[in-house]
């Protein structure tokens, strides 16, 4: 089966290579700029007449969007450790968390927000993002596919913790932490606006 996580992150690594924002492509493209938004967060996909065109375009063989490796991306056996993501002010945030980590939401005015993932590449591949209007729905998903137990993984040996830092760009933001395993959630709320969630297997 075609997994959209997969594609999210090749689409993502792809463009980031190139130095072209989301409205860029989308203009090389002929689509809308929340288009290729929609398939970064792992919420959607290219219509099947587009794939030859992404392919085209960023001048690697077809089977490198469905995640195939090229001889130098086996050979060079790199990982993705980060992710980020910029959109506007944001005023209600809700995260689901399936994976141990570190979760920092930051308050403060400005004209945009930004999301910041950092971890194993199981952790970062396994993050989905979703922004509607005002609204961001980030997913923590859990790696072994459980949906009620955490269960160790391999993490390749990434020694550091799991972090999710977003930034609101609003002054005080909604935002909600919802765990689906039975990891344990302990919150706090910082000297400097900063909400900080530890989840970790108790």
């Known amino acids: ?78 990982f993705v450790y980060e992710r980020s993501f910029v959109f506007e002010s944001l005023d209600e945030i809700e995260i689901k968390v399936g994976n141990q980590c570190v979760i920092e939401v930051i308050n403060g005015e400005s004209d945009h927000s930004s999301l910041y993932v950092e971890g194993d590449s199981k952790f970062v591949e396994y993050v989905s993002v979703e922004k509607i209007d005002g609204s961001l729905r980030v997913s923590v998903k859990n790696p072994t596919g459980s949906d009620t137990r955490w269960i160790p993984y391999d993490r390749g040996g990434y020694e550091k913790d799991n972090r999710i830092v977003i930034h609101s760009g609003t002054a005080e933001s909604n935002c909600r932490v919802v765990n689906y395993l039975d990891l344990e959630l302990c919150d706090c709320l910082t000297a400097d606006n900063t909400y900080k969630w530890i989840c970790r297997k108790s």
């Open 1 to 78: 089966m075609y997994q959209l996580n997969k594609f999210c992150n090749i689409i993502f690594d792809l463009r980031k290579k190139r130095g072209w924002t989301q409205t860029i492509l989308a203009e090389k493209l002929n689509i809308a700029p929340q288009s290729v938004s929609k398939w970064e967060c792992g919420i959607g996909y290219p219509d099947v007449t587009l794939f030859p065109v992404i392919a085209e375009l960023f001048d690697v063989p077809i089977g490198v969007l469905f995640g195939e490796k090229s001889k130098e991306d086996e050979m060079s056996k790199t």
